[in-house]
RNA sequence: GGCCCUAUCGUCUAACGGUUAGGACGCCGGCUUUUCAAGCCGUUAAUCCGGGUUCGAUUCCCGGUAGGGUCACCA
């Protein structure tokens, strides 16, 4: 249904599908939503896909799964302004290479009035433009020799099929300014501003044309982007007031960095979202993190969830300065979120990340239920699980060989006869738990209430660590009850 | 190099002229304890520098410095 009332914010997220969906276009995803929906408006989604040769293959399913996992969804049934059908429908977002009659109509509209025009410069005179005026210090850029081509000039080129581009004629002088909603003023002169191409000569549009006409066609009112976008934006306003129509308003996002304060790249460590999905991070802790990572609510509290961030979310409260990823922080948020999970879903969870050697088990599926509480206080994430396996978690799948020098006490150390010592309380231990009723083994403090007797007598040190030991075969591991608990009666028994 | 943006604990940040500069993560320490982990408690730690404006600057202005972004027929 079409929707002419301005006070409902429209936002759109923007992607090109040129590689995975990373953790910074999904803040930029995230902010745009929640903007949209704080206002009660619309949040689109659209693929960019005007650079053909870098578009890779599974780039727009990627972007497409990381959001819906991350659970930020765009809207469906989409009208854009002059009341055209949605592109969009319900079947997918929109995507620039359907509209490219769209960008053709406009660029020469643009050439038309004269607010651009036809370049012929080869590649080769483009490279040696570039080297030239960065030998007299001057910025790259185009020098505008096409600009002065004669009408006649223009048409024999066409003519004779010349290969060319369509530049915007950016004005020689004036100054554009404009206010960012989250860095106030800004401007910049127009004699600074390049004479981009607007139209490729494959008759793609570059994303500065494409950009302008989705956004005003798709009736957009904020555009939230990453900070790289802010030189160009004059050249959009400029575009804007070519094609007679009211620009967007701007929201440029801070950036996020590696720990070294570069932006952030694959190199120091994974960026897909995807990627984090696979390392075992939950949605609402990636979200909750993200969505921290240059906003905060003003006061003290954390933990969010996707609609308590709609309602508290406001552009005011955006950082302008870059933050860095940090992931021991995610790491404590990922925990925060394993912890509330149901028993139900954690044991799927902690599931899926078991290896094979634990799947394959007998015990496995008696184990997992009782385990899994106990496992995830020492991860944060299920990628742990498989890196600390062997070490700490093997064990409860299947006996491993016990080291003898292991089982006594250091109070026992010196004692000669530490380790028949050690058996004999070993040999009560098993004695005990052997004759303790059934029911007991799904309840640890009635094992717990069984072997403490034991421990009064002899020591706590004495009889409860080379229980731990002869159970897990580990010199660390949770207490032996927990042990007693987790592995159940007959595995107890046969391990002891 | 030109242009633009930014600057509070190691990190994410609060304080929108007056606070012992607050919180969180991490680190470190303590408690608990049979080990490990968890849990609880606590400590350490910051206003980039220099000038203004002001009775008073983290906060406003200017200048440095540092970092980042951008200057493609990439987005």
């Not at 990340?353 to 994430?381: D, G, Q």
């Not at 006996?399 to 109070?411: A, N, P, Q, R, Y």
């Not at 070993?426 to 004759?435: Q, S």
């Amino acid at each position: 249904m079409a929707d002419t009332n301005n006070t409902n914010i429209v936002t759109r997220f923007a992607p090109s599908p040129t590689g995975f969906l990373h953790v910074g276009g999904l803040r930029t995803a995230l902010y745009s939503y929640l903007l949209a929906k704080k206002s009660g408006g619309r949040f689109i989604l659209r693929i960019e896909d005007t650079d053909r040769a870098r578009t890779v293959p599974g780039g727009v399913e990627n972007i497409l799964t990381s959001l819906s996992w991350a659970g930020v969804n765009p809207d469906e049934g989409v009208i854009l302004r002059d009341g055209e059908a949605s592109e969009s429908g319900a079947n997918g977002p929109y995507t620039q290479s359907h509209r490219l009659e769209i960008y053709k109509k406009y660029a020469d509209e643009l050439v038309a009035k004269g607010n651009a025009y036809y370049c012929f410069c080869t590649a080769d005179r483009l490279a040696q433009v570039k080297e030239d005026r960065q030998a007299n210090k001057l910025p790259p850029g185009y020098d505008g020799h096409c600009k002065n081509l004669s009408k006649e000039e223009v048409e024999n080129k066409l003519k004779n099929g010349d290969n060319h581009v369509i530049r915007l004629a950016m004005p020689d002088d004036g100054v554009c300014t404009f206010h960012d909603l989250i860095r106030g003023e800004v401007s910049f002169k127009y004699s600074d501003v390049d004479d981009q191409v607007l139209l490729k000569s494959d008759g793609f549009p570059t994303y500065h044309l494409a950009v302008v006409v989705d956004d005003h066609h798709m009736q957009v009112s904020h555009v939230v982007r990453g900070e790289e976008w802010i030189s160009s934006t004059p050249k959009h306003i400029y575009l804007y007031e070519c094609l007679g129509w009211t620009p967007t308003l701007f929201a440029h996002l801070p950036l996020l960095l590696n720990s070294d304060r570069s932006k952030l790249s694959k190199r120091q460590g994974d960026v897909a979202v995807l990627d984090y999905k696979e390392k075992g991070y939950l949605p609402e802790a990636l979200l909750n993190f993200v969505a921290f990572l240059g906003w905060n609510p003003g006061d003290e509290r954390e933990m969010f969830t996707l609609d308590e961030l709609v309602s508290e979310f406001s552009l005011e409260k955006v950082n302008k300065a870059g933050a860095v990823f940090n992931i021991e922080k995610l790491d404590w948020y990922n925990r925060e979120y394993l912890k509330k999970l149901d028993d139900e879903k954690l044991l799927k969870y902690i599931d899926t990340f078991m290896p094979e050697v634990a799947r394959n088990s007998v015990n496995y599926k008696n184990i997992l239920p009782r385990l899994m509480h106990t496992l995830l206080e020492r991860i944060s994430k299920g990628s742990e699980i498989a890196e600390t396996y062997t070490e700490n978690i093997s064990y409860f799948f299947e006996k491993e060989k016990i080291d003898e020098g292991m089982l006594v006490w250091k109070s026992l150390k010196d004692n000669p006869n530490a380790l028949d010592i050690t058996r004999g309380y070993i040999a009560e231990a098993r004695a005990i738990l052997e004759g303790m009723p059934v029911e007991s083994w799904d309840d640890r403090e009635a094992i717990k209430g069984a072997l403490w007797p034991l421990t009064e007598k002899y020591g706590r040190g004495e009889v409860l660590w080379p229980l731990r030991v002869s159970l897990s075969c580990r010199d660390k591991s949770p207490d032996p009850f927990e042990l007693c608990y987790i592995l159940g009666r007959e595995e107890v028994l046969n391990r002891i």
